[in-house]
Every structure is written in C-alpha cells, then in structure tokens.
C-alpha cells in the first residue's frame, strides 16, 4: 500500500483553557514526524495532528461524508464532474479521485494515531504525567477505531496497518484483512481507548462517552442488538449532558456549537481548519457553488410537515427558487461536522429493541425522536412496520449526514430502495493507484 511519510503541522503550544482552543491553533511550522514526539509540548502537537487528519477536506470535512450522502438518495449532484456522479449511478471507477483521495486521507489519520499510541509512552518529560499519556493515547484509540470501521464500511477488509510509516515503502505488502477482521480491529481499538479516557463530557474530544456511542453504532452494524441496546443506553440516561434539544434546528441553526445534543463534533475555527461542505451546499448569493443539493424526492419528504414535522430547517430556496441544503452555511466554513449525536442513539436503541422484540420501548424511543421533531407518535405496532418506520425517520433525522447509503448497505435494503441489486456494488473500488504500487492488494469483486 502506498502510504508516503506525511507531515504534520506544528501548532503554538499555549495553556489552553478549553477543548476548542486545544484544537483552533494557528500551524507555525511543518516538520518529519519521525522527530515530532519527544516531550510534552510535541506530543500535544502530534494529538492535534490526528485530529487535524480527522478534520480534513478527504475525510470528515468533505469528501468522505459526501460518499455518504451523495450514495443514498436524498442528494443530488448539479455540477459536471462524471467522478461525483459515479457514486450517484454506483458505478464508481477504480481511478476515480474522490476514492484514492479518502482512502489516503483515512490512512493517513490512522498513521498519525499509531504514531501516538507507540511514541508517547516512549516519553521521558516528566511535564507529560500518566494521566495525559492515557488521555493522548485512548484518544488515538478512538480515532483509530472510527477510521477502521469507516474503511470497513466503505471498502469491506482492508490492510491493518497498527505501526507508524516512516517511509512509503514501510506497509507495501500487507494482505487486505477480511470485512469481519477489520470490525475485529475497530472493537480491539475502542475497547483499548475506553479504560484510558476519563469519563467526562467533550463534544469535542474522545471520552469514554464518545467510545460508548460508536460502541453501539458497532454493535447495531454486528447486529449485535443487545450491546447495541446497552450501549445507546449508557449515552441516553446521562438526561444532564445529552438531550434531543427542540427545535430541531436548535443543533446547527444560529451559529451554535457543542449543544446537548452533540456527543462528538469536529471542531473548524473558520481560519486555519475549514470545514469545506459549506461551498458545496451554498447558492452562489450566499458565496457557494450548490454542487450538492437536495434531491426532489427529499424536498417533497421535508416540507410535508405530517412527515418531517419540523426538519424543512435543513433546506431553503435560493434567488432562483432552487432548494439547496442549509446544515452548513457559516462563513467561512466553521461549521461542525457532526459524528456523533444523540438522535443516533436513540434511534439505534429503538431498532436494537424492535429486532427483540421489545416493541413498546422501540416506539417509546423512536416517538422522542419524533416529538422532538414536531411529530405525533408513531402509528407502527408490528416489527416491521417499526424497523421501515425507523428507516424512514433515520433518513429525515440525517438527511444531509452520511447515514443513508450505509443503512441501506447493513440493513440489505440497498436493492429494494435503490434498485442496487449487485452486492459487489455495496462496497467501492480500492484506488487504482494503491493497487499499481502494491502486488499484496487485490481488489474488490465486480471491479
């Protein structure tokens, strides 16, 4: 696999009152991260760096999500690229850029949390105590652990790569792992992360309340409804911290940030870490480009009020009378990009219990959701009708999230929903360029 040696940026190190602050620093200077980890101040930088990574225009501040989105069909694509609407048609090409560049992005923020997790325990600087060796390292876990299952996801097994890069040649020949191993990977890492983390509230940084909420996405994709149900559990009772704030535009809408109903958000200062959805969605009055809209079939769903109750936020009309999609609209790009909320939970616990059998508190859990949304209760009594019930409320609570296509991928309702009947279709091509440097990676069937 081609990995090449990456660089991180090196950030003013200043006592910083706050987790917003810890990550809005200015870069002052870029240097081989083979030199980067040696005392306390550097080991602050390189957490930054995964961070950072995280952030990053190919993974969560664009690209990434937009496979996410732009897959299922609430979006639509208004440019020209034939490269953004493969993902629309599944028809994605091995060579296609949007690929090769998550998939090096993804790889890259996994090669900055390796470089954590092995070097800062190597630390000597008495100034870098035990307990912030644990934090630093349980928070390379985390991020580690949510890159794995998005590779996992997106392109079934891939290599597992748990060492630092030092040189592009370093992990060429390392066979592709199986779509199970590599979920075995995602469990290994979060249940390393969770006794390292201390048990408090950040919206902005790994907790073990953060490992909790992905803990149960996991266990909801494994179908393992027990833990999922006991996991979602832990994050709902904490009323305190997380809550379904109303509106629901009370999350996004008015500038804020870290609300109750964030339990992990990307943080972009607008400066130095932008968040670049905003210039996809935005009309051109606004100073974006609407390349990425709202599909008719969405508009129709969100401005029926006896549906989406009061989820039509997410949506507005331009000069021109065109809908465009309004989750990211701050100037210059420091909106959030949300991971994970407490919406999800509830509505993993909902379906966790419905395949239980557990029907009353299903519908009690997917209710809150509703009501939050400005919706009577659910007329849904059977299982079935519960978990399509579940669906559709899933596919309105994220429209503009990159839920969609994945639920219908783990659920195998990719076929009936979308007409994507090939399998081999439910996962995308690995990076043609990968494959040229690297004999040890064969690619995905169907491609």
């Known amino acids: 696999m081609k990995v ?217 994709y494994q179908k393992d409804w027990a833990q999922a149900e006991a996991y979602a559990t832990k994050l709902i009772g904490e009323t305190t911290n997380y809550s379904l704030i109303k509106p629901y535009s009370a999350f996004f809408a008015n500038n804020v940030r870290g609300t109750q109903e964030s339990i992990f958000e990307i943080f972009y200062n607008g400066t130095t870490e932008i968040n670049a959805h905003r210039g996809q969605w935005q009309p051109q009055t606004n100073g974006g480009t609407r390349q990425w809209a709202p599909s008719d079939a969405l508009v129709t769903l969100l401005n029926d009020a006896s549906v989406a109750g009061n989820r039509n936020t997410l949506i507005a009309k331009d000069n021109q009378n065109r809908w465009y999609g309004n989750l990211y609209y701050r100037n210059p790009g420091s909106d959030p990009s949300y991971v994970l909320r407490i919406a999800e939970q509830y509505l993993i616990r909902a379906e966790a219990r419905t395949q239980q059998n557990k029907l009353t508190q299903a519908a009690s859990d997917l209710n809150a959701v509703r009501d939050r949304a400005g919706l009577t209760a659910t007329t849904a009594t059977t299982a079935d009708a519960l978990l399509l019930a579940i669906e559709n409320e899933r596919r309105l609570e994220f429209a503009l999230e990159p839920h969609r296509w994945f639920d219908l991928v783990r659920t195998n309702r990719a076929g009936a929903v979308l007409g994507v009947t090939d399998p081999n279709r439910y996962v995308l091509p690995l990076p043609i360029d990968q494959l040229l440097v690297d004999k040890a990676l064969v690619q995905n069937e169907g491609y």
Request: charged share 20%.
């Open 4 to 220: 090449h040696t990456y660089l991180i940026t090196l950030f003013s190190i200043t006592a910083l009152a706050s987790c917003q602050k810890f990550l809005d620093v200015k870069p002052k200077e870029s240097i081989s991260d083979a030199v980067t980890i040696t005392d306390k101040s550097s080991a602050e930088t390189a957490v930054r760096g995964v961070y950072s990574a995280l952030a990053g225009s190919n993974y969560y501040g664009t690209n990434f999500q937009a496979i996410g989105y732009l897959s299922g069909d609430n979006v639509q694509w208004t440019g020209s690229q034939s490269i953004v609407q493969e993902f629309i048609n599944h028809r994605v090409n091995a060579d296609n850029g949007m690929v090769s560049g998550v998939w090096t992005a993804i790889y890259q923020t996994i090669n900055r949390a390796n470089n954590v997790i092995v070097k800062v325990n190597e630390v000597t600087d008495p100034t870098l105590t035990d307990a912030l060796k644990k934090q630093y390292i349980g928070e390379a876990y985390f991020i580690r652990a949510l890159a794995y299952f998005d590779l996992a996801r997106i392109w079934g097994g891939v290599p597992l790569i748990t060492q630092p890069t030092v040189r592009p040649t370093d992990n060429r020949g390392i066979a592709r792992s199986t779509q199970a191993e590599t979920y075995a990977q995602v469990l290994k890492d979060l249940d390393a992360a969770e006794p390292l983390l201390t048990n408090t509230v950040d919206r902005y940084r790994a907790t073990q309340k953060t490992v909790w909420a992905l803990k149960a996405r996991y266990y909801l």
